[in-house]
């Protein structure tokens, strides 16, 4: 059966940075949010003083005539229309509000959630570090290993073949060495969780 835990976490224990990052990206679309609305809130508020403005200027045609009815309900309509639209920028208002104040918990929280697992980011970071440089002294060692080996087939000369072996006993305390810093970190990393 398969578990949570031994298929998010990743090959390359990818799993917490995409958390950590998701949390971090979230700020950032708040912000746009935020941002978003402002600009809605200066476009409202722009249209609004002009149909204001515009409601104003059907006062100053004539009232006299055929038309006095229509210049009637166009003002009313244009002045209603305006009022519309200052209420909306009065509502885009209070959710900049409320949007700030969500942006400004999940700041508090991010900080928070970062304090607490710092020794759990340290751990995963330190893991895939090892990770890599073990992957690299194992091929270094593969490598190493083949090249003594063919020399040895090939029958180089003797001092060609100490040279191989030096490099061959060096590469494998090498890989010895990372080998146990993986141990040591593969078993932080695992209290760390």
Known sequence: ?????????????????????NMKHGQISTKDLA???????TIEDTYSRSMTKLAKTTSNNSQLGTFA???DVLKLSTEK????????????????????????????AHKKT????????????NIQSITQTLQKS??????????????????????????????????TETYKLYVEKYAVARTDFEQKL
């Open 81 to 108: 229309l305006a009022s519309s639209h200052l209420d909306l920028v009065r509502k885009l208002q209070e959710l900049i509000k409320e949007v700030q104040k969500y942006g400004d918990e999940q700041t508090k």
């Open 114 to 125: 970062k304090e607490e697992v710092s020794s759990t980011l340290d751990a995963v970071q």
């Open 35 to 41: 941002d978003f609305i402002r600009e809605s809130v």
């Open 138 to 171: 194992k091929e270094n060692h593969s490598a190493k290993c083949f090249e003594y080996e063919k020399l040895k087939k090939e029958g180089a000369t003797q001092k060609e073949i100490e040279k191989a072996i030096v490099k061959s006993k060096k590469a």
């Open 69 to 71: 009815p229509v210049w």
């Open 1 to 21: 059966m398969s578990q949570f835990v031994d298929n998010f976490w990743g090959e390359k224990n990818n799993g917490f940075d995409v958390l950590y990052h």
